[in-house]
């Protein structure tokens, strides 16, 4: 069981938007902005999309924004594209007493 | 664009030695925390442990006994040997770029098999 509680799968039509949850404790997601968002094809290395909460690493498209609210944090693609289907993680800094990093378990994304 | 590339045994022995290597390629070694993840099949992602290219580490606590995570400057890689393994330890393992627990570089993985 992961620590930060995603939603198994999510989808949306191309064009549209669609908002991810990472919903996690005071003492990570809440606790700090170190919030990440890392997109997954499969056979495919992971891909950072987003890092501190809303940061955009260069060459992301703006399309993918992130955000957080308490002790849960969103991860929204707008204008959905059939290349935007894929696995999406997040994860959050949890302090050193917590070994550091604590992930989601992974929310598929489907473009219908 | 520094890229990384795992490379090891797809398949290793109970109670055996899982060994690893991660070769860095189009980028210094002294840019990141170098890491350590796997996830296995239908599970989550579980930080393994890292290593800076001082040689400073820092393990996951639930694997801290049977975790060594070395570094090779010279040959700009980084290596992972986890022991005595067991079929809880098959998973896809991961070698990655971190820095302030964000994961900015990611290896393609490659699954290793615990099975006699």
């Known amino acids: 069981q992961s620590a930060l509680t995603q939603p198994p799968s999510a989808s949306g039509s191309p064009g549209q938007s669609v908002t991810i949850s990472c919903t996690g404790t005071?003492?990570?997601?809440?606790?700090?902005?170190?919030v990440s968002w890392y997109q997954h094809h499969p056979g495919k290395a992971p891909k950072l999309m987003i890092y501190?909460?809303?940061k955009r690493p260069s060459g992301v498209p703006d399309r993918f924004s992130g955000s957080k609210s308490g002790n849960t944090a969103s991860l929204t693609v707008s204008g959905l594209q059939a290349e935007d289907e894929a696995d999406y993680y997040c994860?959050?800094?949890?302090?050193?007493?917590?070994?550091?990093?604590?992930f989601g378990g992974g929310t598929k994304l489907t473009v219908l | 664009q520094v890229q990384l590339q795992e490379s090891g045994p797809g398949l290793v022995k109970p109670s055996e030695t899982l060994s690893l290597t991660c070769t860095v390629s189009g980028g210094s070694i002294s840019s990141y925390y170098w890491s350590w993840i796997r996830q296995p099949p239908g599970k989550g992602l579980e930080l393994i442990g890292y290593i800076y290219y001082s040689g400073s580490t820092n393990y996951n606590p639930s694997l801290k006994s049977r975790v060594t995570i070395s570094v090779d400057t010279s040959k700009n890689q980084f290596s992972l040997k986890l022991s005595s393994v067991t079929a809880a330890d098959t998973a896809v393992y991961y070698c990655a770029g971190t820095l302030v627990s964000t994961i900015f570089l990611w290896g393609q993985g490659t699954m290793v098999t615990v099975s006699s």
């Open positions: 994860s959050s800094y949890a302090g050193s007493n917590n070994f550091d990093v604590v």
């Open positions: 005071s003492s990570d997601v809440g606790g700090y902005n170190y």
């Open positions: 501190e909460v809303s």
